[in-house]
């Protein structure tokens, strides 16, 4: 199975101040059609995940564009320009190009 | 708005068996991949497994093969997960999910094993 890793596994983050988050995967994550299946997903407590970006840069709908991400081989990143009080919560990163699909351990994101 | 709303979980003995459903509404859900991802207490997410559109091709994770099912019926646009041989390690809050990078999530339906 691939497995994702992500660093920092939590991090203290300053209001205003940008972040950034790693993801590094065991194997590359280009599919066989091209497209890198590399997502990111935020989940706050007792709420379920929503998905942030898919595609490794390719943010969704409603997601502010203070996130963005991107990626330099096997590693990706998960960037907030402005950190805002709604950020916290914990971060994951996933492949969807082998099965089984894997997540990250997740970042634990706190605003100070 | 799409909307996934899970049923089905609650308190299970090992060796015991549940039905997980969820019914999907604000898609097409026909023309959607399926998955369910879980997440045991205070740990991270783990995808378990998903169905392809037409139902005829699921994949899991290897600690599922063989003791879970998942299927669905589109002209009722709900899917299925059923668990069998249930251990305590499957005790999880399960979440469904539509398509196949995880656009939509449901709120998640708690099961625990535990005798």
């Known amino acids: 199975d691939v497995v994702m890793t992500q660093s920092p596994l939590s991090l203290a983050a300053t209001l205003g101040q940008p972040a950034s988050i790693s993801c590094r995967s065991s194997q590359s994550l280009v599919h066989s059609d091209g497209n890198t299946y590399l997502m990111w997903f935020h989940q706050r407590p007792g709420q379920p995940p929503r998905r942030l970006i898919s595609?490794?840069?390719n943010r969704d709908s409603g997601v502010p564009d203070r996130f963005s991400g991107g990626e330099s081989g096997s590693d990706f990143t998960l960037k907030i320009s402005r950190v805002e009080a709604e950020d916290v919560g914990v971060y994951y990163c996933m492949q969807g190009t082998h099965w089984p699909f894997t997540f990250g351990p997740g970042t634990k994101v706190d605003v100070k | 708005e799409v909307q996934l709303v899970e049923s089905g979980g609650g308190l299970v003995q090992p060796g015991g068996s549940l039905r997980l459903s969820c019914a999907a509404s604000g898609l097409t859900f026909s023309t959607y991949w399926m998955s369910w991802v879980r997440q045991a207490p205070g740990k991270g997410l783990e995808w378990v497994a998903n169905i392809k559109q037409d139902g005829r091709v699921q994949n899991y994770v290897d600690s599922v093969k063989g003791r879970f099912t998942v299927s669905r019926d589109n002209a009722y646009n709900s899917l299925y997960l059923q668990m069998n041989g249930l251990r305590a390690e499957d005790t999880a809050v399960y979440y469904c999910?539509?398509?196949?990078?995880?656009?939509?999530w449901g709120q998640g339906m708690p099961v625990t094993v535990s005798s």
């Open positions: 595609r490794v840069s």
């Open positions: 999910a539509g398509q196949l990078s995880l656009k939509w």
